[in-house]
């Protein structure tokens, strides 16, 4: 969090490219309320990915959990942003397998009603 805290912010909104849910050799493990609130995220922007599509991908790097674990790790991170989206009262965009372009054009779209609504309590 420090680390994050520290980087200088050129802009209003920082991106942050990370993870709901960690998995350890103890189990998954959701992450901390406390780093949530000290990150202070207006906006969370969840994406999935097909269970096949993982396993392909995570397979050649020795990890070997069947595509029936990761749909339930999914789901379970899933559950953690809507949790946390609830907690903090800021919206939460699920995507599924999107395209980069499509991604950044989500993005732009809300980080424009972020600047919409910060501009109305400006006022």
Not at 4 to 10: F, G, S, V
Not at 74 to 94: D, N
Not at 109 to 122: F, G, H, N, T, V
């Amino acid at each position: 969090v420090d680390a994050l805290q520290a980087l200088p912010r050129q802009k209003p909104y920082q991106l942050i490219d990370g993870h709901a849910l960690i998995e350890t050799t103890q189990g998954p493990f959701a992450v901390p309320d406390a780093f949530f609130d000290a990150i202070q995220p207006s906006l969370l922007i969840h994406v999935e990915d097909l269970p096949e599509d993982l396993y392909k991908r995570r397979f050649p790097l020795g990890m070997l959990a069947p595509p029936e674990e990761l749909a339930a790790l999914a789901t379970m991170e899933r559950a953690v942003c809507e949790r946390v989206a609830a907690r903090l009262h800021i919206p939460l965009v699920i995507m599924v397998s999107p395209t980069p372009g499509a991604f950044a054009q989500v993005l732009a779209q809300e980080l424009e009603k972020l600047s919409a609504r910060s501009s109305a309590k400006d006022r």
